[in-house]
């Protein structure tokens, strides 16, 4: 299978740079695998779509702001793990301004570059713990084409968000509002969201293909309530990607927490999850993929160009789709 059979073309007004005044505004496409139909809806009309003994599982990790510049504005880091509150793995930016012994001034915190790994990435220790909230910025996708602002640190992040580590948000939570969210029977679990979800796929052919890990949990009563439902409605890849992994490790949904890699795409056999909710994923990526093997490449990628045809807002702040 080519990575180039999940692209598809994207017009640059459909990215949606900006946030909508109202979470739950969305619209919502809907995918009828059985009717192999679409539909079109809005995010408030979720609660139509769901039957006695369902159960929604979220993705509750908390996006912390892991983006810092140094003082003199020359170099950027992306922190991807904060191995204690000074000895952190970054990616950076420009390389050749952070080798080996090199250092980095974050307003009264000086790092410096004590390991280099193979893929770039670089351990750096600081003299002093730096504050997050102070020197850190949200890390908003690239496509978005702008910094982030104050009034992305409460938009750029659900309404049930708990625990700090995610570097992006779990996106397709953030159409729901506390009154939504009560309407419906639901259980978390937790998945922080890592590099990964910037890094397109290179490879040619779509096993070829390496995932980042990332570190999730589930808890027992978590695990006591989704294997007691009927049915399974995953909010986001991340839950699913939780999910399918415990269930892949222990041949059942038990409470775990680990780091998975794992790698959803076509053909595969879901072992947890029933239904999907999801946002509009970019070509050619590991989302993409997972959806195409959730309700079948032909369909999600027809699905995609309706759409584009009825100008839904696409990505992080775009709007959604439910795969039932």
Same mark, same amino acid.
């Given at each position: $299978?080519?990575?180039?059979?999940?692209d598809? *073309?994207?017009?640059?007004?459909? #990215?949606?740079?900006?946030?909508?005044?109202?979470?739950?505004?969305?619209?919502?496409? +809907? +995918?009828?695998?059985?009717?192999?139909?679409?539909?079109?809806?809005?995010?408030?009309?979720?609660p139509?779509? #769901?039957?006695?003994?369902?159960?929604?599982?979220?993705?509750?990790?908390?996006v912390?702001?892991?983006?810092?510049?140094?003082?003199d504005?020359?170099?950027?880091?992306?922190?991807?793990?904060?191995?204690?509150?000074?000895?952190?793995?970054c990616?950076?930016?420009? &390389?050749?301004?952070?080798?080996l012994?090199?250092?980095?001034?974050? !307003?009264?915190?000086? !790092?410096?570059?004590?390991?280099?790994?193979?893929? !770039?990435?670089?351990?750096?220790?600081?003299?002093?713990? #730096?504050? %997050?909230?102070?020197? &850190?910025?949200?890390?908003?996708?690239?496509? $978005?084409?702008?910094e982030?602002?104050?009034?992305?640190k409460?938009?750029?992040?659900?309404?049930?968000?708990?625990?700090?580590g @995610?570097?992006?948000?779990?996106?397709?939570?953030?159409?729901?509002?506390?009154?939504?969210? =009560?309407q419906?029977?639901? =259980?978390?679990?937790t998945?922080?969201?890592?590099? !990964?979800?910037?890094?397109? +796929?290179?490879?040619?052919?779509?096993?070829?293909?390496?995932?980042?890990?990332? *570190?999730?949990?589930?808890? =027992?009563?978590?695990?006591a309530?989704i294997?007691?439902?009927?049915?399974?409605?995953?909010?986001?890849?991340t839950?699913?990607? +939780?999910?399918? =992994?415990?269930?892949a /490790?222990?041949?059942?949904?038990?409470?775990?927490? &680990?780091?998975?890699? #794992?790698?959803?795409?076509?053909?595969?056999?879901?072992?947890?999850?029933?239904?999907?909710?999801?946002?509009f994923?970019?070509? /050619? @990526?590991?989302?993409?993929?997972?959806? @195409?093997a959730l309700? &079948?490449?032909?369909l999600i990628?027809?699905?995609?160009? %309706?759409?584009?045809?009825?100008?839904?807002?696409?990505?992080?702040?775009?709007?959604?789709?439910?795969?039932?």
């Amino acid at each position: $299978m080519l990575t180039s059979d999940f692209d598809y *073309h994207l017009p640059e007004e459909l #990215i949606a740079s900006e946030p909508l005044p109202d979470r739950a505004a969305s619209r919502m496409l +809907v +995918v009828d695998r059985a009717r192999q139909t679409i539909s079109h809806h809005h995010f408030t009309d979720l609660p139509q779509f #769901i039957q006695p003994g369902d159960r929604l599982v979220l993705n509750n990790t908390r996006v912390v702001p892991a983006r810092f510049f140094s003082n003199d504005g020359t170099k950027e880091l992306l922190r991807l793990e904060a191995i204690t509150p000074t000895h952190w793995r970054c990616m950076v930016k420009p &390389g050749r301004k952070l080798r080996l012994n090199d250092t980095i001034h974050i !307003g009264p915190s000086t !790092g410096t570059v004590t390991f280099i790994h193979e893929n !770039g990435d670089r351990d750096l220790t600081f003299d002093h713990p #730096i504050d %997050e909230n102070q020197h &850190g910025h949200l890390a908003l996708p690239p496509y $978005m084409h702008r910094e982030d602002r104050d009034d992305d640190k409460p938009r750029y992040q659900t309404v049930f968000a708990q625990h700090d580590g @995610s570097i992006a948000a779990p996106t397709a939570g953030l159409h729901f509002t506390p009154e939504i969210l =009560s309407q419906i029977p639901h =259980s978390f679990v937790t998945l922080h969201v890592g590099v !990964g979800t910037f890094q397109p +796929v290179k490879a040619e052919n779509v096993q070829d293909h390496q995932m980042h890990a990332e *570190h999730y949990a589930l808890t =027992s009563e978590s695990a006591a309530e989704i294997n007691a439902a009927n049915r399974v409605i995953a909010v986001g890849t991340t839950a699913t990607r +939780v999910l399918e =992994s415990i269930a892949a /490790k222990h041949g059942s949904l038990i409470p775990d927490t &680990g780091s998975t890699n #794992i790698f959803i795409y076509p053909p595969y056999q879901f072992k947890v999850i029933d239904a999907l909710i999801t946002n509009f994923h970019l070509p /050619k @990526s590991t989302l993409l993929m997972l959806v @195409s093997a959730l309700a &079948g490449k032909d369909l999600i990628l027809r699905a995609y160009q %309706e759409a584009i045809q009825q100008k839904y807002r696409f990505y992080s702040y775009g709007d959604c789709m439910l795969i039932l």
